[in-house]
């Protein structure tokens, strides 16, 4: 068998520490990547810092990491779509509840991934771009399209003549930059927030009119902008982005926002216990923020919903992303990788300083170790 290596969180608020890790062989429907490029995520620095607070199933040690992208070693029975050797982008889901918390990481040399979460990395793209996508193109598709969710049609479904409008909150972010171009490629016209200096970047991944979302009059220009359209949903990425997104929606009429963020920032928990009176006011403010939101929404008839991006293993949106939609636009080239990846460093090591580097603060770039 190959030799395995992780960066594995052996308890609560601790750095990573890389060991030795064994190689799992895949089970049907599954295939195994030997690991390019791995990215890092907001829910890895909030598992980290918040300890048992998210994700309560994780045992202690676990190997966290959803973004992965490599070559493929081994494949399981009943895998059509791919064969060893093959260059693949995947959603390594681990951290999900019933998932095999160590085998499914994405922060080892050798991670199990699902194939039916997996995509071809196509000619003249690396696997540092390729690594940016997956857990963002998930949570973009999974608040887009979901029946629960936004509800709206899939890229390729018929499109009516007049086009409907929607509102990224946040374009300029992982999971906005995706959504600006999924919610493009189905027809939709999109209407994006981010700062000045992502406003030609926005506009660039589909997006027809982009606002300053620190702009005191934000929520109001983005309503004038979308006078007389119909808005059928709002997307909020990004922390404060949950109480405008709901005000533009209040604004323009549209019924359904989902919500991709929290409404605080969860950074400061690295160096916070659970016990410490800061630690619990911002629990507090969390719990508070969120009931409010939700009180004045329901007041204005507008449903206001937290988006899981695994969410759509379990539904048709993951199929037509993963196997249908995304091979095909990375293929082609209407579909770009975004946003762009800043590779921290190289080896198992770094991954614990890009970490550092994210809780510090990233704006419209993807922060990537090269394995």
Known sequence: MPTNAAASLDRPFADL???PAPYTVPGP?????RNRAVAVNPLDVVKQSAGNVMYRWLPYPVVLGEDVAGDVVQVGDGVSRFRVGDRVLAYAVGMEKHRDHRAEGGFQLYTVVRASLSAPVPHGMTYEEASVLPLAISTAASALFQRDQLGLRHPGAAQPSDRQSVVVWGGSTSVGSNAI????????????????RNHERARALGASDVIDYRSPTAVRDVVAALRGADVVGVLAVGEGSAEPAVAVAAGTGAKRVSLASPSVSFDSLRWLRPWDPRFLRLMSRLVAGNVILQARSRSR????RFVWGSTLMNNEVGPMLWEQFLPTALADGSFVASPTPHVVGDGLEQVQPALDALRAGVSASKLVVRL
């Open 301 to 304: 008839g507008i449903r206001a």
């Open 181 to 196: 171009q999924l919610a493009a490629a189905a027809g939709y016209r999109v209407v994006a927030t981010a700062s000045p």
């Open 17 to 19: 520490a890389v060991r």
């Open 29 to 33: 429907g599954e295939i195994v990547l």
